[in-house]
């Protein structure tokens, strides 16, 4: 009954305000709606979805008059008169309607709509507004943020000078001191005076220091307070009330509800919930594809849910709330759930995963798949769904907004899917790392893991380093190569790895050391610097230090490019290159097992450093990666042969000087030759293992291990 009366005067005051800048249209249909409002809100007729559609499409054309397109309001409304005579015996008809309406029936449950919001929001709405641009919100944002970082300068000044403090009072100790040594009767009375004003003055600077640096203190606390007040203050200033992005997703759910047959009610909750104003903007599209997800896969038409002994209405729940530090974001539906059976049978039907490793996904590893891109579980494409191409917008605008999404289902009672988001994207939670001398900001919300990994526990297939964490091996790369700074060899044998990823690919990350975690207040890079790579913005510490914030999707695009290229450095080359100058370090490549193996134990036994390579490609992928004085290679090899893979050393600038020798069973006179036409420095049978050929062969190119 309250929302009756608050449309009434609505279509009131909209009905007034028309006539006074003569749009007879807008005069004519607000007056119908009031008619029919006032006849709801007396008991005289009840609204049934179709009137309520008339006056759906009644709030439509009001707004059509308003801002009528590229025409004037007279032309408009002479255009479109008809659909406005229209809608005006349709309003009759629903107030004539009174006789034949249904005797009333118990009114389902009031839906928590819009029209709450202006109420929710009254309150908030007393004090005078201005219009403040966005631009000068973040200048204030960057201008709030050096205060507070200069007024955390006056610490460090204030410890400075308790330690003169002390030092002062360590003096005037040793002055009394002295004088309990020298004083006396055979002082002269000259010197005594001296003594004496000396033993003064300190105790004045002394008692003057105190008081200043008091003050001080006390000035340190007030600035510190209202600079942290002033920058609450202005991050506040960027927030609005949840209502304020919501406003047509009641209609929309309504309308699309009606669209596919379904009897749909919509709660929304937190409308008064603060929320960032960039958070507002950018979370409206995630939003609106859960919403339709909801509506298409989740709820169930009345007659599924009644012969389910479910209520024929079903209910999506909107609701925003601050939780732990975070915005939560949920969305969730009493429809029929998501078959977790149904849809592991999908996901192996499209080759994400083997038939063998399906039954072994966990629930939550299978909700995962729903956020692929062209992943759906409909089976033929509708207006609404079946591209897969919602979801992975939601997952993709979580991502940019350094947010997370959990998916939980239970079939039969519906689906919840909660989004957890910084409260603002002005401030955000981030470790320090130092790299090269330098400090860079990793966003918490992008971390997977932080560990400490020993290097032994370091592997190396196909050229390519990886460790073993939880199951999963995951590729190692030094933050120093990626981001193209001075290369430092970690030559600790404890590093410190950030596991970052996405969807596709994890990687871990060597880092010179951790520095904790911060609250970091962001600011934008000068936009004349374009898009830095591997960069998104910027902060400043406690100190005024500036400290890079990384952007974790660019940066796993740049480890892609290296991956994909051959370009990896090896973690532990320098150290190698540091602590083994003096052993030569010998790559064997060769398909077979027992070949590789006598090889390696032979060079080993006299001091060699031996990696080894399973074909062709893969001492290809080593020794673009490596560091090694020979390779030794056979010919007849899977993926690429001996004779393709000297010829790749050797057109190389940076390794076509290494030598080469091929060890093959192959000893005709031609097949010789075609290997040292390749580039190979040497050529030798595998026969030759009995005694010492391939030893004196090695010792004559590279010299002693």
């Known amino acids: 009954m309250d929302r009756l009366k608050r449309l009434m005067r609505a279509a009131h005051s909209v009905k ?10 807008a005069v004519r249909v607000a007056h119908a709606m009031e008619d029919c409002f006032v006849a709801a809100q007396q008991g005289v007729i009840i609204l049934q979805p179709d009137g309520v559609d008339a006056l759906l499409k009644g709030v439509d054309t009001l707004t059509q008059i308003a801002q009528p397109a590229n025409q004037d309001h007279a032309a408009w409304q002479q255009a479109n008169q008809a659909m406005i005579d229209a809608l005006l015996a349709a309003f009759a008809v629903i107030k004539a309607g009174a006789a034949t309406v ?31 641009s966005a631009e000068s919100l973040n200048r204030l944002m960057g201008l709030s943020g050096e205060a507070l970082v200069g007024a955390r300068w006056l610490r460090p000044y204030a410890d400075a000078l308790l330690q003169v403090k002390r030092r002062q009072a360590e003096l005037i100790t040793v002055l009394d001191h002295l004088w309990d040594i020298i004083g006396g009767p055979n002082l002269n009375e000259y010197a005594t005076s001296l003594f004496k004003d000396a033993q003064r003055k300190a105790g004045d600077c002394r008692l003057i220091l105190g008081d200043r640096l008091t003050e001080l203190e006390e ?41 596919l047959g379904k009897d749909v009610r919509m709660e929304i909750r937190g409308l008064t919930t603060q929320v960032d104003r960039d958070i507002l903007e950018k979370v409206e599209a995630p939003l609106n594809h859960l919403l339709r997800n909801a509506l298409d896969h989740g709820v169930d038409t009345p007659e599924e849910r009644q012969a389910a002994g479910k209520p024929a209405q079903a209910t999506i729940t909107l609701e925003a709330m601050h939780s732990s530090g975070m915005l ?37 590893e299978l909700l995962e798949f729903l956020f692929l891109p062209s992943f759906s579980t409909r089976d033929h494409v509708t207006e609404t769904s079946g591209r897969g191409v919602g979801l992975d917008v939601v997952h993709s605008v979580m991502q940019e907004m350094r947010g997370v999404i959990r998916t939980s289902t239970q079939l039969g009672k519906g689906t919840r899917f909660q989004m957890q988001l910084p409260l603002t994207l002005s401030v955000i939670r981030a470790l320090l790392v130092e790299i090269a001398g330098e400090i860079y900001a990793f966003p918490l919300a992008r971390i997977d893991h932080t560990l400490k990994l020993d290097k032994e526990t370091i592997d190396l297939v196909e050229g390519r380093q990886y460790f073993t964490h939880n199951g999963q091996h995951i590729g190692i790369v030094t933050a120093n190569q990626v981001l193209e700074l001075d290369d430092a060899p970690h030559d600790n044998e404890v590093m410190s790895v950030i596991i970052i990823g996405d969807r596709n690919h994890r990687f871990g990350l060597i880092v010179d050391r951790f520095m904790g975690e911060r609250n970091l207040v962001v600011r934008p890079l000068d936009s004349r610097l374009g898009k830095v790579r591997d960069i998104s913005a910027a902060a400043f510490m406690e100190d005024g230090t500036p400290a890079l914030i990384v952007d974790v999707d660019d940066l796993l695009r740049s480890i892609d490019i290296l991956v994909n290229g051959g370009r990896l450095n090896k973690v532990s080359q320098g150290a190698e290159q540091e602590t083994s100058r003096g052993a030569k370090r010998v790559l064997v490549v060769d398909d077979s097992i027992t070949i590789r193996e006598v090889e390696r134990n032979m060079l080993q036994t006299r001091g060699y450093d031996v990696d080894v390579a399973v074909d062709g490609m893969d001492g290809w992928n080593a020794v673009r990666t490596g560091r090694y004085d020979l390779v030794i290679s056979d010919i007849d090899m899977p993926r690429m042969n001996g004779i393709e893979f000297v010829s790749h050393i050797k057109q190389d600038p940076r390794l076509k000087s290494i030598p080469v020798m091929i060890v093959s069973y192959k000893d005709r006179e031609e097949d010789r030759n075609r290997g040292l036409e390749a580039g190979a420095d040497y050529y030798i049978t595998k026969g030759s293992f009995h005694d010492e050929t391939l030893l004196d062969a090695v010792a004559d190119l590279i010299g002693s291990a």
């Open 328 to 364: 939560s974001i949920t969305v969730s539906d009493d429809g029929r759930g998501v078959d977790l059976e149904r849809l592991r049978g999908k996901v192996v039907q499209k080759g994400l995963v083997t038939a063998e490793m399906a039954p072994q996904l966990s629930d939550t």
């Open 102 to 132: 249904t005797p009333p029936v118990a009114a389902p449950q009031a839906p928590a709509t819009p029209a709450a919001a202006p109420a929710a929001s009254a309150a908030a709405t007393h004090d005078n507004a201005v219009r403040v």
């Open 219 to 259: 000035y340190d606390r007030r600035t510190s307070n209202l600079s942290s007040r002033l920058n609450r203050e202005v991050i506040a200033s960027r927030m609005r009330p949840f209502a304020d992005g919501v406003h047509g997703f009641q209609r929309m759910v309504r309308d699309l509800a009606r669209n």
């Open 16 to 25: 007034g305000a028309a006539r006074m800048v003569n749009l007879d249209g």
